[in-house]
Nanobody
Framework: QVHLVESGGGLVQPGGSLRLSCAASGFSFSLYTMSWYRQAPGKERELVATITGAGSNTEYPDSVKGRFAISRDNTKKTVYLQMNSLKPEDAAVYYC?????????WGQGTQVTVSS
């Protein structure tokens, strides 16, 4: 059975940092491109970071480039999202996604709140 379990969300002040984790099980983790998405109330889900199976390539939208960093540990079957210099507009539910050809899995999400 496939599981993607996010953790690490919470309340942080503007300018602060958080590290999210997504622990995977039930599939061949190292084959999958892993991504983090976020969705704020009333907005569409948006991509914030992607990392290829071997971890050799990453991509970010301009909105988070230079502030967020995605990484993975294939031995632990875990993907991470380091978020620095957080802004109120970064507040959202953050989801991890695993994708390999037509095989796609989503986690249940973790809430990130950025507020003073």
């Amino acid at each position: 059975q496939v599981h993607l379990v996010e953790s690490g969300g919470g309340l942080v002040q503007p300018g602060g940092s958080l590290r999210l984790s997504c622990a995977a099980s039930g599939f061949s983790f190292s084959l999958y491109t892993m991504s983090w998405y976020r969705q704020a109330p009333g907005k569409e889900r948006e991509l914030v970071a992607t990392i290829t199976g071997a971890g050799s390539n990453t991509e970010y939208p301009d909105s988070v480039k230079g502030r967020f960093a995605i990484s993975r540990d294939n031995t632990k079957k875990t993907v991470y999202l380091q978020m620095n210099s957080l802004k109120p507009e970064d507040a959202a539910v953050y989801y991890c996604k695993a994708a390999w050809f037509r095989s796609i899995y989503w986690g249940q999400g973790t809430q990130v709140t950025v507020s003073s």
